[in-house]
């Protein structure tokens, strides 16, 4: 396996796999997600692919075809009298492809950016998993995250 920056030619993959990742979003909050649509449009990801402040890592298996990917964000909080300004890297979106996982690949990918990150400079890495996603948060669990802060809500519809 190898992990590399994400590239134009690979939308392909990507697309297939922000579908799956959708569908799994869209079963845990149904009424959130709309269920067969991605998060970006192709143009979108051709943006995103150029932009150095939104890293984006692909894992190809060894016939080169992406496995996974992981969608980052550099992120430096606004000034603040109260905060200390550290650099932070965001997990916008991690996923391996449903028919490769257990094969560690998300682990792979997971030690590659926190390798990334503290080539940058970053004081921490953060990501968000919806609630529901049990096997997501037991992943990142297992790599060592932990709970930063929680989001609450109350539904009005």
Same mark, same amino acid.
């Given at each position: 396996?190898?992990?590399?920056?994400?590239e134009?030619?690979?939308?392909?993959? =990507?697309? +297939? $796999?922000?579908?799956?990742?959708? !569908?799994?979003?869209?079963? /845990?909050?149904?009424?959130?997600?709309i269920?067969?649509?991605?998060?970006?449009?192709?143009?979108?990801?051709?943006?995103?692919?150029?932009?150095?402040?939104?890293?984006?890592?692909?894992?190809e298996?060894e016939?080169?075809?992406?496995?996974?990917?992981?969608?980052?964000?550099?992120?430096?909080?606004?000034?603040?009298?109260n905060?200390?300004?550290?650099?932070?890297?965001? =997990?916008? +979106? $991690?996923?391996?492809?449903?028919? !490769?996982?257990?094969?560690? /690949?998300?682990?792979?990918?997971?030690?590659y950016?926190?390798?990334?990150?503290?080539?940058?400079?970053?004081?921490?890495?953060?990501?968000?998993?919806?609630?529901?996603?049990?096997?997501?948060?037991?992943?990142?669990?297992?790599?060592?995250?932990?709970?930063?802060?929680?989001?609450?809500?109350?539904?009005?519809?």
């Amino acid at each position: 396996m190898n992990i590399r920056r994400a590239e134009e030619k690979d939308i392909p993959r =990507i697309n +297939d $796999l922000l579908y799956q990742v959708l !569908s799994i979003h869209a079963a /845990i909050r149904p009424d959130i997600f709309i269920p067969g649509t991605k998060k970006y449009s192709d143009e979108e990801l051709k943006v995103i692919l150029h932009d150095p402040a939104q890293p984006v890592f692909a894992a190809e298996d060894e016939t080169g075809t992406v496995c996974g990917y992981c969608f980052c964000q550099m992120q430096t909080p606004a000034h603040s009298d109260n905060m200390v300004p550290v650099k932070t890297l965001y =997990i916008d +979106d $991690l996923c391996v492809d449903a028919a !490769s996982r257990g094969q560690h /690949i998300g682990q792979a990918l997971c030690r590659y950016v926190l390798d990334y990150a503290k080539s940058e400079g970053c004081y921490n890495v953060t990501l968000n998993v919806w609630e529901g996603n049990d096997s997501a948060r037991a992943f990142y669990e297992k790599a060592g995250f932990g709970i930063q802060k929680t989001c609450m809500e109350i539904c009005l519809k």
